[in-house]
T-cell receptor, first 114, second 110 residues
C-alpha cells in the first residue's frame, strides 16, 4: 500500500513570495490533516478535511494561508505571501476517519523563507 | 492548559537503560498515538491505543483512561532509538481531530 505522498520535499523562497505544497493521501482515506512543525516544537494542526469539507481550520492564518481538497482526494496548501516565521516543516497526514484508526504521515515539506 | 502534554522535553540515556516518556491529555481525547520522528522530519506511527497496553519489540505503550495518562517505555535502549517521540491525542466522535504534544528528544549514548 502506497503511503502519504508529499511534494516538494524542500523549498526555499524569499519573503513575500508564494508557495504551494501538495499532498496525496492513502487511497480511500477520508480524513486529511495539514500540520506546521516549527523547529524544536511539536506539529501544530493547520487544517483538517473530512472528504472535501473542512472540519477544523481554527489555527490556519487565513490572511496568508489557504488549503483545498476539491475532489476529496489530494490536497494543496498555499502560502501567499510568505513570511520569515513560516519557515517550518509542513506535514500531511491521513486516516480512514472511521473510529479509532491510525494516522499515516507523509515525509513533510521543509520550507525555508529567506 | 495544552490538550496534550508530554514530559520530559529532553532525555539523555546510556545504552541499555530503561526509558519512560509520559503523556497526559485532556477530556474528550479517546485514543493516543505514539509517534517517532527522526532527523529529516519523517514521522512513523509506533502505537495507537485507547485502553490497556501494547508491545512491539522493545517498545511498550500503556494508557490509563481514568487518569488520562499514557507512557511509552523503551527497554534495553540503543543509540538507534535516538529520535523525537511524540504523543498525539485523537478526539472521539465526528471531529476525529488529532492534536500533538511537543515531543521528547531522546538521545541514547553508547
Amino acid at each position: 500500500e502506497a503511503g502519504v505522498a508529499q511534494s516538494p520535499r524542500y523549498k526555499i523562497i524569499e519573503k513575500r513570495q508564494s508557495v504551494a505544497f501538495w499532498c496525496n493521501p492513502i487511497s480511500g482515506h477520508a480524513t486529511l490533516y495539514w500540520y506546521q512543525q516549527i523547529l524544536g516544537q511539536g506539529p501544530k494542526l493547520l487544517i483538517q478535511f473530512q472528504n472535501n469539507g473542512v472540519v477544523d481550520d481554527s489555527q490556519l492564518p487565513k490572511d496568508r494561508f489557504s488549503a483545498e481538497r476539491l475532489k476529496g482526494v489530494d490536497s494543496t496548501l498555499k502560502i501567499q505571501p510568505a513570511k520569515l516565521e513560516d519557515s517550518a516543516v509542513y506535514l500531511c497526514a491521513s486516516s480512514s476517519g472511521i473510529g479509532d484508526t491510525e494516522a499515516f504521515f507523509g515525509q513533510g515539506t521543509r520550507l525555508t523563507v529567506v | 492548559k495544552n490538550e496534550v502534554e508530554q514530559s520530559p522535553q529532553n532525555l539523555t540515556a546510556q545504552e541499555g537503560e530503561f526509558i519512560t516518556i509520559n503523556c497526559s491529555y485532556s477530556v474528550g481525547i479517546s485514543a493516543l498515538h505514539w509517534l517517532q520522528q527522526h532527523p529529516g522530519g519523517g514521522i512513523v506511527s509506533l502505537f495507537m491505543l485507547s485502553s490497556g497496553k501494547k508491545k512491539h519489540g522493545r517498545l511498550i505503550a500503556t494508557i490509563n483512561i481514568q487518569e488520562k495518562h499514557s507512557s511509552l517505555h523503551i527497554t534495553a535502549s540503543h543509540p538507534r532509538d535516538s529520535a523525537v517521540y511524540i504523543c498525539a491525542g485523537r478526539y472521539g466522535g465526528a471531529t476525529n481531530k488529532l492534536i500533538f504534544g511537543t515531543g521528547t528528544l531522546l538521545a541514547v549514548q553508547p
